[in-house]
């Protein structure tokens, strides 16, 4: 492969772009495999325990920041990325209606990992049919790769301090994927950064994750915390994460270049109708079944029913009073075989319980407040 004249590998290269656009990749680009400048980051974020529960990033070792060691013979990654913000998300709509569900965006459609996966796959079988000898290996968060470190090397965007990808003409709402391959293309140049001295997204973050630039403390973001954590969420977390119930889109919805951010029209990752702007009442009071079969082919179904649920009771918790959501959080309480589940139950009855006795009490005062001020204007002025 090395031998082949630089002509062709340019015009390939230039084909293997048309084609990921014919596929629905909106940019590709090409990287080389040395990431190495990473890799102290990496080993320090690992030693704070900011990894949390998720073994699987420092089981693999130099393998995240050698990509030869994950797929020897590799020459080259191709980076791509594929917008996934679906038309008519209503997202502050949804967030200040604390009845509402708020899903992150990138899960209201398709599974993205097989979405991009055989596209990427496809990729690589229409580079093979030029080069028969060509080896590829596809990925989408299914192995050790440092995925923004690639596309930032691939100049698809620049790592904001939110450690997401933000491409100056798409915002950050895409996926990206990589495709391992043996042939030494041209690489594509890294883009400036231009975040300045924006810290909005740090700022805004519910329960201040991003514990500095660039740096995200997975044990406190919503979305390790409704994803990831298979155990019991800290409950001092718990108020902070309202409504939100699978993963958060915060430091994204605040990011000034997501103004540039484009609509998909990837028709996959369109809402689906059980997930458009739902009532937790109404996802709550799913059975398992029901769950399976409205988040079939969904990246949601990989967390499970009981985490579903644990995550739906939290956000119930941080609900107004209501006494239908007692009635439901005490019914499931009674019929729910999880532990896990029936913790975070009664962590939610104890919140709308206090908030019962808080709007009493508001209402006790705002009732004594009035008869004061009435028999106040029938007194004498000077009584």
Not at 169 to 198: M, R, T, Y
Not at 261 to 266: D, I, K, N, R, S
């Amino acid at each position: 492969m090395s031998n082949l004249p630089m002509p062709d590998l340019e015009e390939l290269t230039a084909n293997i772009k048309k084609w990921g656009k014919e596929l629905g990749f909106q940019q590709v680009g090409i990287s080389d495999i040395d990431l190495d400048q990473h890799k102290d980051a990496l080993m320090r974020w690992l030693e704070k325990g900011y990894h949390g529960t998720m073994n699987f990033m420092s089981a693999h070792g130099e393998k995240r920041y050698k990509p030869e060691a994950l797929v020897p013979g590799t020459l080259r990654v191709i980076s791509v990325r594929m917008d996934y913000l679906p038309p008519n998300a209503q997202f502050a709509k949804t967030l200040k209606n604390k009845n509402k569900a708020y899903i992150s965006r990138y899960a209201h459609g398709r599974d993205y990992h097989k979405v991009l996966r055989q596209r990427l796959k496809q990729l690589g079988q229409k580079i093979q049919q030029v080069l028969p000898n060509t080896e590829y290996r596809p990925f989408v968060d299914s192995a050790p790769v440092l995925e923004h470190a690639v596309a930032e090397k691939a100049g698809t965007g620049w790592t904001g301090k939110h450690s997401l990808t933000i491409n100056r003409e798409a915002g950050s709402w895409f996926f990206l994927g990589e495709l391992f391959i043996n042939l030494p293309l041209p690489i594509d140049k890294p883009v400036e950064e231009e975040c300045g001295s924006c810290v909005a997204c740090m700022k805004i973050c519910p329960t201040q994750a991003i514990v500095e630039p660039y740096v995200v403390d997975a044990r406190r973001c919503i979305s390790y915390l409704t994803i990831e954590l298979d155990d019991a969420i800290p409950e001092d977390l718990r108020p902070l994460m309202g409504n939100r119930i699978y993963g958060c889109d915060d430091c994204q919805l605040i990011c000034p270049w997501n103004r540039y951010a484009q609509v998909t029209e990837e028709l996959d990752f369109h809402t689906r109708d059980a997930l458009n702007n739902p009532d937790l009442l109404t996802l709550f009071n799913w059975d398992e079944d029901t769950f399976l079969r409205n988040t079939e082919g969904s990246a949601i179904r990989r967390i499970g029913f009981q985490k579903w649920q644990r995550n739906i009771a939290v956000a119930l918790g941080n609900a107004p009073f209501s006494e239908n959501i007692v009635e439901a959080l005490e019914k499931q309480r009674n019929v729910s075989g999880s532990s896990l589940v029936i913790e975070h139950i009664e962590w939610a009855l104890a919140q709308q319980k206090q908030k019962a006795q808080d709007s009493n009490s508001s209402n006790e005062e705002r009732i004594t407040l009035r008869l004061i001020r009435s028999i106040e204007k029938g007194l004498p002025r000077d009584a």
